[in-house]
């Protein structure tokens, strides 16, 4: 087994994907009021290639005017992470491939490469483990929970860089209009359709700081308990009043 092979987890497919030309990768970053983060985000996806478009929600700090200096294409958009990625999109429909990445998140280098051999084993769609910037042991550990739980469900949640063909995401009808767990949605969508995902072993470095300002137990209760209220049927809008507690 080649080291590609070992790095990924898919299903079997009985096609390969053919080589993906820099043109045909675009990254869709969305943002708001991430200024201190969104250079750190965009330069390993320029680094190798992707077309990257920054689709800002309304931002009142130099988040748009720090992603143009980048080089990436800013757009602007109704607030809300669903809409913003859907307007990123449809502004790109040559993307042959397209990899939605929050903007506290830092891509490894070789990313592209680990994706494309995703692609070409077969995969449709797919995401990396995650590492949390931090030095708690706690923190670590709540990582390797979530590429674990990930990997058994073949669900997959934003902060993993989830990465899909043009054609899947036509088929899944892109993001639905939802205020929160877009992103489960979007899973069990592409799950059903697609098959499971490419589960990429090397990590994406994600901040931290949604367990270090709420306290690391308290956050981690309270994902499981809005993810259970919402397979129990709780409307997304509901979810995002408890967890933000405010119109974000």
């Not at 990924?8 to 053919?18: G, I």
């Not at 669900?155 to 767990?181: H, K, N, S």
Request: proline share 5%; charged share 20%.
């Amino acid at each position: 087994m080649n080291d590609f092979a070992s790095a990924v987890e898919a299903d079997p497919r009985q096609h390969a994907v053919p080589s993906l030309r820099s043109s045909d990768v675009v990254a869709v970053v969305p943002a708001l009021d991430e200024e201190a983060a969104i250079a750190a985000c965009l330069a390993p996806l320029l680094a190798e290639g992707a077309r990257v478009v920054v689709v800002d929600g309304g931002s009142s700090d130099a988040s748009p005017r720090i992603a143009a200096q980048a080089g990436a294409r800013v757009l602007r958009a109704e607030r809300g992470r669903a809409s913003q990625m859907n307007a990123g999109a449809a502004a790109e429909p040559g993307a042959g491939v397209l990899i939605f990445v929050h903007a506290d998140t830092v891509l490894p280098a070789g990313w592209r490469t680990q994706m494309q051999a995703a692609l070409a084993s077969g995969a449709r769609w797919g995401r990396f483990d995650v590492r949390l910037r931090s030095a708690r042991p706690l923190l670590r550990l709540v990582g390797g929970m979530m590429n674990l739980r990930s990997r058994v469900t073949g669900i997959c949640t934003g902060d993993q860089a989830i990465f899909v063909t043009r054609e899947a995401w036509a088929r899944c009808a892109g993001y639905a209009p939802l205020p929160l767990m877009e992103d489960i949605e979007l899973s069990r969508r592409l799950r059903a359709t697609e098959g499971r995902p490419a589960a990429l072993r090397c990590h994406v470095l994600v901040s931290a700081r949604r367990w270090e300002k709420r306290g690391v137990l308290r956050t981690i209760a309270q994902m499981w308990l809005l993810r259970a209220m919402y397979f129990f049927g709780a409307s997304p809008a509901t979810l995002h009043q408890l967890y933000y507690g405010r119109t974000r």
